[in-house]
């Protein structure tokens, strides 16, 4: 019985997943970001985990020099997404300074 209900919960997901919106998301760091970000970056990588597994998050992470992050989330709508991430410790506390979010359509 519970094989049965974990690929009924499985093809949920799926289904799920496949009805939400992806949004890409644009922003710049602070300047000092690693050293800014350290306090605050154990409780951001959790919440980041949390949303990965809640199939929310796709990815997120800054591009090589630190002075920008890149994302790519699974949501309802474009305020959905941005309540996310300025829900983020990062955003509240200025170690994200600035944050775009897109609608984008997957071609592939």
Known sequence: MSVIYAIINYKFI????FIMEKFI?????????IK???PYREEHLKRLSD???QNILITLGPTKCTKYLFGIFNGNDENQVREILEDD???KKGVWISID????????
């Open 25 to 33: 998301v644009f922003g710049k760091y602070c300047k000092d970001v």
């Open 51 to 53: 949303l990965k597994e």
């Open 14 to 17: 799926q289904l799920f997943i």
């Open 36 to 38: 800014k970000r350290e």
């Open 89 to 91: 410790i990062y955003w």
């Open 101 to 108: 979010i897109y609608a984008w359509i997957q071609a592939l």
